[in-house]
């Protein structure tokens, strides 16, 4: 059966149809089913690409990408942050307390056409890049530096041994008569009249005028750095760089006996007050140091050391008898000298004082004073019955090589690496008079030990040299040696004058 419509008939009305409530999960299954269906789409697509080689896909492989901040950004943000910090210090408007902080922090106090206002805001900048800190840690150290600066200038001590106070009493007790005696003695020399005083020294100086090479001997085949008379003057004692020799002076220097004991560079060797007089031959008669440290005591029969003075760690360059005989006093480059009792046999003074090496030091005929001279070119007296450092001898412009007091107990002649040689007045402390003695620097200085009327300098420009004392004037230049002076010395009598070279030989001097 077939259904005709007439043309006639309107058609029906689509009536609209209204929805009540949401469309939200209509339109996403709507959605869901799109997606499905273009992802098959795509995966097929995808996979038919993996087949044939077109497509790559790594195995989970993942690269991490760094947030870069430029450059100029963190430059920017810097300073931001370091304006941001400077607005935060408290800077003082005091200008002097400004300058201070500046100088401080280790910056120009001032900046040329900078004023004060423009000095506040640069300290500002300053602190805001090191730190508000860094002021009060500068400022703390530099009251730190303050107190121990001020620690340093005030007088401390050590508390002494037992030992050395009764040697400081044994010393006290012996040195006062003995300058009881010379300052009468003085006093007796100056009732003698002016002309007998006069014709004395016109005939001192003749002799010695007249001084002539009396002998000469090699000593060693090494450089000879020290010679000393015996007490009795009939015995020279001389260091090499090798062995101690002492010789007879009464047989034309014939050599009595070689004594080996050092290791290395002998400085000094010393012959102790009394050694051939009273002392018996087995008592210890002599004293040597050298270059390793070592102190060794020697007596005249025996050619090996008889006992050893351990304590130095550094070059001895010097030791001298204390004229009671009792007491060593040694020289260290440990910026120390050491004083030691043979009686108790123990170092009862490490005294420090000089502020570089220790060279030289010699004994107050008194016993009272020793003075000590080395490479810092100042002189120091000190007092032994009281530990002080009495009299301080400022003037040389180099090393201190040597130094020897005068009989008159109130002369100090010191001998430096400045070519010169001063003589020292220590009742008023100053320099009396500079001898230009040598070309070269000194090794030696001596006073003649009876009365102290002539000086004796020994110098590196192989010369050695006699001065009248007073008037400093030149008298005799004792030339002959190849090599430098190293040692001189006078005999204790007066008559002879002995002087050790670095040729290797040591020459008697004798006025005919």
Same mark, same amino acid.
């Given at each position: 059966?077939?259904?005709?419509?007439?043309?006639?008939?309107?058609?029906?009305?689509?009536?609209?149809?209204?929805?009540?409530?949401?469309?939200?999960?209509?339109?996403?299954?709507?959605?869901?089913?799109?997606?499905?269906?273009?992802?098959?789409?795509?995966?097929?697509?995808?996979?038919?690409?993996?087949?044939?080689?077109?497509?790559?896909?790594?195995?989970?492989?993942?690269?991490?990408?760094?947030?870069?901040?430029?450059?100029?950004?963190?430059?920017?943000?810097?300073?931001?942050?370091?304006?941001?910090?400077?607005?935060?210090?408290?800077?003082?408007?005091?200008?002097?307390?400004?300058?201070?902080? $500046?100088?401080?922090?280790?910056?120009?106090?001032?900046?040329?056409?900078?004023?004060?206002?423009?000095?506040?805001?640069?300290?500002?900048?300053?602190?805001?890049?090191?730190?508000?800190?860094?002021?009060?840690?500068?400022?703390?150290?530099?009251?730190?530096?303050?107190?121990?600066?001020?620690?340093?200038?005030?007088?401390?001590?050590?508390?002494?041994?037992?030992?050395?106070?009764?040697?400081?009493?044994?010393?006290?007790?012996?040195?006062?008569?003995?300058?009881?005696?010379?300052?009468?003695?003085?006093?007796? @020399?100056?009732?003698?009249?002016?002309?007998?005083?006069?014709?004395?020294? @016109?005939?001192?100086?003749?002799?010695?005028?007249?001084?002539?090479?009396?002998?000469?001997?090699?000593?060693?085949?090494?450089?000879?750095?020290?010679?000393?008379?015996?007490?009795?003057?009939?015995?020279?004692?001389?260091?090499?760089?090798?062995?101690?020799?002492?010789?007879?002076?009464?047989?034309?220097?014939?050599?009595?006996?070689?004594?080996?004991?050092?290791?290395?560079?002998?400085?000094?060797?010393?012959?102790?007050?009394?050694?051939?007089?009273?002392?018996?031959?087995?008592?210890?008669?002599?004293?040597? %140091?050298?270059?390793?440290?070592?102190?060794?005591?020697?007596?005249?029969?025996?050619?090996?050391?008889?006992?050893?003075?351990?304590?130095?760690?550094?070059?001895?360059?010097?030791?001298?008898?204390?004229?009671?005989?009792?007491? $060593?006093?040694?020289? %260290?480059?440990?910026?120390?000298?050491?004083?030691?009792?043979?009686?108790?046999?123990?170092?009862?003074?490490? @005294?420090?004082?000089?502020?570089?090496?220790?060279? +030289?030091?010699?004994?107050?005929?008194?016993?009272?004073?020793?003075?000590?001279?080395?490479?810092?070119?100042?002189?120091?007296?000190? +007092?032994?019955?009281?530990?002080?450092?009495?009299?301080?001898?400022?003037?040389?412009?180099?090393?201190?090589?040597?130094?020897?007091?005068?009989?008159?107990?109130?002369?100090?002649?010191?001998?430096?690496?400045?070519?010169?040689?001063?003589?020292?007045?220590?009742?008023?402390?100053?320099?009396?008079?500079?001898?230009?003695?040598? @070309?070269?620097?000194?090794?030696?200085?001596?006073?003649?030990?009876? +009365?102290?009327?002539? $000086?004796?300098?020994?110098?590196?420009?192989?010369?050695?040299?006699?001065?009248?004392?007073?008037?400093?004037?030149?008298?005799?230049?004792?030339?002959?040696?190849?090599?430098?002076?190293?040692?001189?010395?006078?005999?204790?009598?007066?008559?002879?004058?002995?002087?050790?070279?670095?040729?290797?030989?040591?020459?008697?001097?004798?006025?005919?």
């Amino acid at each position: 059966p077939s259904l005709t419509v007439s043309e006639d008939v309107a058609p029906a009305v689509k009536k609209s149809r209204v929805f009540y409530g949401s469309l939200e999960e209509k339109e996403r299954e709507r959605l869901r089913g799109e997606a499905a269906s273009s992802t098959t789409a795509s995966s097929d697509a995808v996979k038919a690409g993996i087949e044939a080689g077109n497509i790559n896909i790594s195995s989970g492989e993942t690269l991490e990408m760094e947030e870069r901040v430029s450059e100029r950004q963190q430059e920017a943000l810097a300073e931001f942050e370091r304006r941001r910090r400077a607005r935060q210090i408290t800077v003082s408007t005091d200008d002097a307390e400004v300058k201070a902080g $500046l100088r401080a922090l280790g910056e120009p106090i001032t900046l040329f056409g900078e004023g004060p206002a423009d000095r506040r805001e640069r300290l500002r900048s300053v602190l805001s890049v090191v730190g508000p800190d860094a002021l009060k840690k500068s400022r703390k150290d530099e009251e730190r530096a303050k107190r121990s600066h001020d620690e340093c200038q005030q007088t401390w001590y050590h508390e002494g041994s037992a030992s050395l106070k009764d040697a400081r009493l044994w010393l006290a007790k012996y040195s006062l008569p003995r300058a009881m005696r010379r300052l009468e003695a003085a006093r007796a @020399q100056k009732d003698v009249t002016e002309g007998t005083r006069t014709i004395r020294q @016109q005939e001192l100086h003749k002799s010695l005028r007249n001084l002539n090479n009396f002998c000469s001997q090699i000593g060693d085949d090494r450089p000879i750095s020290f010679c000393h008379f015996s007490p009795n003057s009939k015995m020279l004692a001389t260091a090499s760089w090798s062995v101690l020799c002492f010789s007879s002076l009464l047989t034309y220097c014939s050599l009595i006996r070689t004594l080996r004991g050092h290791n290395t560079n002998v400085g000094a060797v010393v012959f102790r007050p009394q050694a051939g007089v009273s002392l018996d031959q087995s008592d210890v008669s002599l004293a040597s %140091c050298a270059a390793d440290g070592s102190v060794k005591l020697w007596n005249l029969e025996s050619d090996e050391p008889v006992a050893d003075i351990e304590g130095h760690s550094e070059r001895v360059s010097r030791v001298s008898w204390h004229p009671s005989g009792r007491f $060593l006093g040694t020289t %260290c480059y440990d910026n120390s000298w050491r004083l030691w009792d043979l009686e108790v046999q123990e170092e009862i003074l490490h @005294q420090e004082g000089h502020s570089k090496g220790v060279h +030289d030091l010699t004994f107050h005929q008194d016993g009272s004073l020793v003075a000590t001279g080395g490479l810092d070119a100042f002189g120091r007296v000190w +007092d032994l019955r009281t530990g002080r450092c009495v009299v301080f001898l400022e003037g040389h412009l180099k090393e201190i090589y040597t130094l020897h007091f005068s009989p008159n107990g109130y002369h100090l002649a010191t001998g430096s690496g400045d070519n010169t040689c001063k003589v020292w007045e220590l009742r008023n402390r100053k320099c009396l008079y500079t001898v230009p003695a040598h @070309q070269n620097l000194l090794s030696a200085v001596r006073f003649q030990p009876t +009365d102290g009327h002539f $000086l004796l300098t020994g110098a590196y420009d192989s010369t050695a040299k006699v001065w009248s004392h007073p008037g400093w004037t030149p008298l005799k230049t004792l030339a002959g040696h190849e090599g430098k002076v190293m040692g001189v010395d006078v005999s204790p009598d007066g008559k002879l004058i002995a002087t050790s070279s670095y040729d290797r030989t040591f020459k008697l001097w004798l006025s005919e």
